[in-house]
């Protein structure tokens, strides 16, 4: 059940396909590919030697409630302060609070590692630094000054508070309330859902929590966003005194067993207004960004994690004889190779995708202008529901292949690969789940801008086909297949913005398979153009000659397997909300 | 999380599209609709009052293995005693050993109900009955006498042994040993995945043992099947001597709690030679058609069981306000009816393949002639592996919609719909991958006979295209929806025949992809034979026109939003095996 980080993967994925090199010239960072290297090896061995054996712990031997409040799973302690010393949460982290000021895409190849090494662990840091996010954008320079230092080395811990048993997607229906006292607030309600709420890992925990001042608007535009620590601090930045904020209890779920699911109870517990009041759901969405790129990564790590598994077991397991009375392991038997080849194939292109749009923060921060900020900004937000909604969906299919491939034996538990099933099936739900994706997509990232943003985006898909076809590409199903694919995406694009002003239901019920179809497309958008790089590498002679070859194979077995997807997915863009709404709801 | 049997859906579908009374007229049977309605309505009544409330006993307190030999969960012994004396394990079986005579079409009808009722229990007669079926086929008149009053009478239960740890799939490794001893044969080897292998709701249970004799030729031809039971018997017939078969340990699995798979150890068993020697293989297909088909339908009943459960969820939970201060229930939201009509249409198509490849065997058995029966039995054949992989690999994807639809709390086991997405990965595994199914399909049932019973079904399928055509069927997507499907179909099977003359690899590339395309074309064709059924019957008044009418809703919603994966199928099909194979091992 070992995990070696793929990081000649990962090294093509950001040389070739990211042009890491450039980004960083046009950017603030020093970093470069040399130095992107050596990160990603140094987290390829914390990955493997510390986090990933632990990874089974977390799962038999789950997080607990005791009277002390949560106990994490044995050995988690122990490795968060390793993680935490090692500056693993600090590397995206800007300079004026400790941080390395590492692009955020280099951030993100590294975060891979933890999620796939033992994603209930990495849960802990990646809220962390969701949390940090939100602080540093949002906060007054006192309270970014007050808490950052400690988020950013480490020592202290961040969650974020957002659901109620009656708000889930629906945060208008918050009640949570927040009264001022003095130099602060007292927050009173309910939060669950909240990943590792509570914890003895740090002296910290450091919650955002949304909440209702007194006087706020009903709705969305009522809600606030507020710091409430588990202890309250001393004059010397100290935590002192314990707050008023508890788990009450934990989740008995499916999977991530070693991450501590709570219901949060906030009974008049002190807290410090972020930014402006009644501004909480606008600071929720920088936030929400972030975190949904950070899910869709998930889906990618547990993928990559369940295909390592899969495939030892396929070279390994026997199953038939050859004539000359050697046995035969299953990776030579062509269902099982095209098994195998769908999670690697997938899994690259979701890599490219969550790199490619991960990226594009980076070149927001590095833009010279307010335009081409305001570009980079745009297609950031417009690919994070592709990466969230795309990526989680494919790692339900692809985590399912990986118990597949083994058999009777991935039923078994002790095997592992169950597991990797069990943790991937939260990845569609939380942080908005694919339904709330797409519709985000549909709706405020497409619709709302008559969709010049996804225009755009074609309009670049289209210059790389037009690229791919001047090439003179060999292989000519991965010419015409992202041909193909393109123009479903264009086509269901032109439905989409049609179809919308005459049928109110259309978007919504057309959403999800708009999603996936643009899932399919950028993937295969990043494997053309990886392809086309490794094809001229191969012709110049340069690099790893079998391990270019393959990349050109995977490209071709996407194309050929994967992008043909985008055909059913159309048809159901075009079939209107009719066929999804005229039924009568005691019919069902 | 009760279960209520969706008898009218069941009877729809016996009654207009398997044409049951006719059927049965046709048939050795006394049944009819009336009869069968009335033995649905008991089996519905058992299910949800008996079996239903144990489901979630079985998962949460699984089997245990003690000193005494298996002990099955609480609740379970006291269910299998009424189970047997309501006589549910004879329903099928032959009147000459007690049983009932009635169609396998209304026992598979019947089956359902248990599967989705509690599928970890219903594993116990389900197996049983596959052994009787192996037994009534192919053991000598004594050996029927002796052994099937008892099992028929549910006093004694079956098992299947064919599994060895380096024999799954590859039957041909198999290594126990069978050593004639006077007038029986001592049995001796290790088998696993065995399925109910032991317990103590019964005084007996008939292990049928796959073995090798001394003299057998190596590989498949070598392979003999023998009865091994768990007690010998006196003279009077009754369970006398503990025999050498000892349950060693029960596996840890992802779910089906409920249902014990044990490792069986056979030290020196005596045991009964079942037929001939040497023909184990050609009696395990008999057997295996029969149990895929009942795979198949557990398919079916755990994603019925899923649907229910989200279905009332989405009725149930609300989410958002309308302008009027009132909550909206989220069954009201496109994308979850978009999710809920996905589970709806695609069980009622699921169902409607299960019972009309079921409904075979009954007019192979009540054929006038031997062409009739042949082309019956070739169809049951044909149809079995479709059964088997099209309808486990849906219940993946529908039990994790039902997941997906409860948010949040799809993902907190109390909720049940983890479970059935637990249970439900077990099913494209055992009796056969699906990747076995869809060589199966392809080799043996196709390319074997050059095609010729595809061809018979694609040509009755073309007739139904066309009587629907020609019913000037008022939705057009429907008609062209189906036509669409069914020249896909087409060019697949053309394609097929080329290919695997050229390409040895094709069939194996190809294989799953083939048989998913036509496991969406035949659920499509029960679809929309059923649609055109409903649609006459409204024109003439008849019926319920609210559940009618809901008929040709979920039709056209499959026409729509199912069929157009045929295209993506077919593309894969199409792509040949070069992309497959090409890859060097090494490269994965």
Same mark, same amino acid.
């Given at each position: 059940?070992?995990?070696?980080?793929?990081?000649?993967?990962?090294?093509?994925?950001?040389?070739?396909?990211?042009?890491?090199?450039?980004?960083?010239?046009?950017?603030?960072?020093?970093?470069?590919?040399?130095?992107?290297?050596?990160?990603?090896?140094?987290?390829?061995?914390?990955? %493997?030697?510390?986090?990933?054996?632990?990874?089974? =712990?977390?799962?038999?031997?789950?997080?607990?409630?005791?009277?002390?409040?949560?106990?994490?799973?044995?050995?988690?302690?122990? @490795?968060?302060?390793?993680?935490?010393?090692?500056?693993?949460?600090?590397?995206?982290?800007?300079?004026?609070?400790?941080?390395?000021?590492?692009?955020?895409?280099?951030?993100?190849?590294?975060?891979?590692?933890?999620?796939?090494?033992?994603? @209930?662990?990495?849960?802990?840091?990646?809220?962390?630094?969701? %949390?940090?996010?939100?602080?540093?954008?949002? @906060?007054?320079?006192?309270?970014?000054?007050?808490?950052?230092?400690?988020?950013?080395?480490?020592?202290?811990?961040?969650?974020?508070?957002?659901?109620?048993?009656?708000?889930?997607?629906?945060?208008?229906?918050?009640?949570?309330?927040?009264?001022?006292?003095?130099?602060?607030?007292?927050? =009173?309600?309910?939060?669950?859902?909240?990943?590792?709420?509570?914890?003895?890992?740090?002296?910290?925990?450091?919650?955002?929590?949304?909440?209702?001042?007194?006087?706020?608007?009903?709705?969305?535009?009522?809600?606030?966003?507020? $710091?409430?620590?588990?202890?309250?601090?001393?004059?010397?930045?100290?935590?002192?005194?314990?707050?008023?904020?508890?788990?009450?209890?934990?989740?008995?779920?499916?999977? $991530?067993?070693?991450?501590?699911?709570?219901?949060?109870?906030?009974?008049?517990?002190?807290?410090?207004?972020?930014?402006?009041?009644?501004?909480?759901?606008?600071?929720?969405? =920088?936030?929400?960004?972030?975190?949904?790129?950070?899910?869709?990564?998930?889906?990618?790590?547990?993928?990559?994690?369940?295909?390592?598994?899969?495939?030892?077991?396929?070279?390994?397991?026997?199953?038939?004889?050859?004539?000359?009375?050697?046995?035969?392991?299953?990776?030579?038997?062509?269902?099982?190779?095209?098994?195998?080849?769908?999670?690697?194939?997938?899994?690259?292109?979701?890599?490219?995708?969550?790199?490619?749009?991960?990226?594009?923060?980076?070149?927001?921060?590095?833009?010279?202008?307010?335009?081409?900020?305001?570009?980079?900004?745009?297609?950031?937000?417009?690919?994070?529901?592709?990466?969230?909604?795309?990526?989680?969906?494919?790692?339900?299919?692809? =985590?399912?292949?990986?118990?597949?491939?083994?058999?009777?034996?991935?039923?078994?538990?002790?095997?592992?690969?169950?597991?990797?099933?069990?943790?991937?099936?939260?990845?569609?739900?939380?942080?908005?789940?694919?339904? $709330?994706?797409?519709?985000?997509?549909?709706?405020?990232?497409?619709?709302?801008?008559?969709?010049?943003?996804?225009?755009?985006?074609?309009?670049?898909?289209?210059?790389?086909?037009?690229?791919?076809?001047?090439? @003179?590409?060999?292989?000519?199903?991965?010419?015409?297949?992202?041909?193909?694919?393109?123009?479903?995406?264009?086509?269901?694009?032109?439905?989409?913005?049609?179809?919308?002003?005459?049928?109110?239901?259309?978007?919504?019920?057309?959403?999800?398979?708009?999603?996936?179809?643009?899932?399919?497309?950028?993937?295969?958008?990043?494997?053309?153009?990886?392809?086309?790089?490794?094809?001229?590498?191969?012709?110049?002679?340069?690099?790893?000659?079998?391990?270019?070859?393959?990349?050109?194979?995977?490209?071709?077995?996407?194309?050929?397997?994967?992008?043909?997807?985008?055909?059913?997915?159309? %048809?159901?863009?075009?079939?209107?909300?009719?066929?999804?709404?005229?039924?009568?709801?005691?019919?069902?």
């Amino acid at each position: 059940m070992s995990y070696i980080h793929p990081y000649k993967d990962t090294a093509f994925c950001l040389e070739q396909i990211v042009e890491f090199d450039a980004l960083c010239e046009s950017g603030e960072s020093d970093a470069n590919m040399e130095l992107a290297v050596a990160v990603l090896d140094e987290a390829g061995k914390f990955g %493997a030697d510390i986090l990933a054996p632990l990874n089974k =712990t977390g799962d038999l031997q789950g997080a607990k409630l005791s009277d002390y409040g949560v106990e994490a799973s044995p050995g988690f302690n122990e @490795a968060y302060q390793q993680f935490a010393e090692n500056g693993w949460l600090s590397l995206a982290a800007t300079e004026d609070f400790g941080g390395q000021n590492m692009p955020n895409v280099l951030n993100t190849a590294v975060n891979e590692v933890w999620h796939s090494a033992n994603m @209930a662990f990495a849960l802990c840091p990646m809220l962390s630094m969701g %949390a940090m996010e939100s602080i540093a954008h949002h @906060a007054s320079e006192e309270l970014q000054n007050t808490w950052l230092p400690k988020m950013v080395s480490g020592e202290w811990t961040g969650t974020m508070n957002l659901t109620e048993s009656d708000a889930g997607s629906d945060l208008a229906a918050i009640k949570t309330q927040a009264v001022p006292e003095g130099d602060h607030y007292l927050v =009173t309600g309910q939060k669950i859902f909240i990943t590792w709420g509570d914890h003895q890992m740090t002296d910290n925990v450091v919650h955002l929590v949304l909440a209702r001042l007194p006087d706020a608007p009903a709705g969305v535009k009522g809600i606030s966003l507020f $710091i409430v620590p588990k202890f309250t601090l001393d004059g010397a930045g100290e935590p002192a005194t314990r707050n008023a904020v508890n788990c009450l209890s934990l989740e008995h779920k499916l999977g $991530i067993h070693g991450s501590p699911t709570c219901v949060m109870e906030f009974a008049g517990a002190e807290g410090y207004l972020v930014g402006e009041p009644n501004k909480g759901l606008v600071y929720m969405f =920088t936030m929400m960004n972030h975190a949904r790129q950070a899910v869709g990564l998930q889906g990618l790590s547990i993928s990559e994690r369940a295909y390592q598994l899969a495939l030892a077991y396929a070279k390994d397991r026997v199953q038939g004889t050859r004539r000359d009375g050697s046995r035969i392991p299953i990776i030579e038997f062509p269902d099982v190779r095209r098994m195998l080849l769908m999670m690697k194939s997938s899994i690259e292109a979701m890599r490219g995708l969550a790199l490619v749009a991960a990226a594009e923060l980076d070149r927001a921060a590095g833009a010279s202008g307010e335009t081409q900020k305001a570009h980079h900004s745009k297609r950031f937000e417009l690919l994070t529901p592709i990466v969230k909604g795309w990526l989680t969906e494919m790692s339900q299919e692809l =985590t399912s292949l990986g118990v597949q491939i083994h058999g009777g034996m991935g039923y078994i538990e002790e095997t592992g690969a169950a597991q990797h099933l069990r943790d991937a099936r939260i990845l569609t739900i939380y942080e908005g789940t694919t339904g $709330i994706q797409a519709l985000d997509l549909v709706g405020r990232k497409t619709l709302m801008d008559q969709g010049a943003s996804l225009k755009l985006l074609l309009d670049e898909m289209q210059a790389t086909s037009e690229a791919l076809s001047q090439s @003179a590409y060999p292989e000519n199903s991965v010419v015409t297949g992202f041909e193909q694919a393109l123009k479903d995406g264009m086509d269901a694009y032109q439905h989409l913005l049609v179809s919308a002003e005459n049928d109110k239901h259309h978007a919504g019920s057309a959403s999800t398979n708009f999603m996936m179809l643009f899932g399919y497309l950028c993937g295969g958008w990043t494997m053309v153009k990886g392809a086309m790089k490794a094809r001229a590498m191969l012709d110049a002679g340069d690099g790893d000659q079998d391990f270019l070859n393959a990349k050109l194979h995977t490209a071709r077995f996407y194309c050929e397997h994967m992008l043909p997807r985008t055909k059913s997915c159309l %048809a159901v863009v075009k079939s209107g909300s009719d066929v999804v709404m005229a039924m009568p709801g005691e019919q069902f």
